[in-house]
T-cell receptor, first 115, second 112 residues
Framework: KAGVTQTPRYLIKTRGQQVTLSCSPI?????VSWYQQTPGQGLQFLFE???????NKGNFPGRFSGRQFSNSRSEMNVSTLELGDSALYLC??????????????FGPGTRLTVL | GNSVTQMEGPVTLSEEAFLTINCTYT??????LFWYVQYPGEGLQLLLK?????DKGSNKGFEATYRKETTSFHLEKGSVQVSDSAVYFC???????????FGQGTTLQVKP
């Protein structure tokens, strides 16, 4: 089975621009979560989508948004980029989102640099 | 709220040394616990997991036991290799939302 794929792997943008990142989950996985990883804040949960609906959201401003398509592929969008948005954005998929056991499989990430 | 605390790194060991990376958690209920590993330039890989108290997760020589009385999930390996050099993350799965809450990560460097 193919793993979680993310595109692009690297991205350079300037302040004020917007960016869209893409994630394709493992076949059959319906839950997709996004995380931001920075040296200062570590790994922080952005949001989770399940069956095209946002199920959970972390503490990020409204500039961060996402969506999920009927084939479970997901995109996240960041508008009006700030320098502090430079990070590794990780996508993870799992069979379903529910309390307790939630084994998530991560993609390689998209490295976003904001200049 | 739920949180995970890991020992700060970096941890530097010689090959074949014994490894312990401490992890403690704060959570309501009975979360599942995980160790993930991140190699340079890559995403996270699940190393092992435990879903209830006294469970022992193990994989590739690594082990961790879910200790509810001490709210801990320490990672151990009897004999590390240079190839184990990576960043290790302890995490718990929030029972309400299912989201993963991570510790800050511990960098392990193994020297030949």
């Amino acid at each position: 089975k193919a793993g979680v794929t993310q595109t692009p792997r690297y991205l350079i943008k300037t302040r004020g621009q917007q960016v869209t990142l893409s994630c394709s989950p493992i076949s059959g996985h319906r839950s997709v979560s996004w995380y931001q990883q920075t040296p200062g804040q570590g790994l922080q949960f952005l949001f989770e989508y399940f069956s095209e609906t946002q199920r959970n959201k972390g503490n990020f401003p409204g500039r961060f948004s996402g969506r999920q398509f009927s084939n479970s592929r997901s995109e996240m969008n960041v508008s009006t980029l700030e320098l502090g948005d430079s990070a590794l954005y990780l996508c993870a998929s799992s069979l379903e989102s529910s309390g307790g056991i939630n084994e998530q499989f991560f993609g390689p990430g998209t490295r976003l640099t904001v200049l | 709220g739920n949180s995970v605390t890991q020992m700060e790194g970096p941890v530097t060991l010689s090959e074949e040394a014994f490894l312990t990376i401490n992890c403690t958690y704060t959570a309501t209920g009975y979360p599942s616990l995980f160790w993930y590993v991140q190699y340079p330039g890559e995403g996270l890989q699940l190393l092992l997991k435990a879903t209830k108290a006294d469970d022992k997760g193990s994989n590739k020589g690594f082990e961790a036991t879910y200790r509810k009385e001490t709210t801990s999930f320490h990672l151990e390996k009897g004999s590390v290799q240079v190839s184990d050099s990576a960043v290790y993350f302890c995490a718990l799965s929030d029972q309400t939302t299912g989201k993963l809450i991570f510790g800050q990560g511990t960098t392990l460097q193994v020297k030949p």
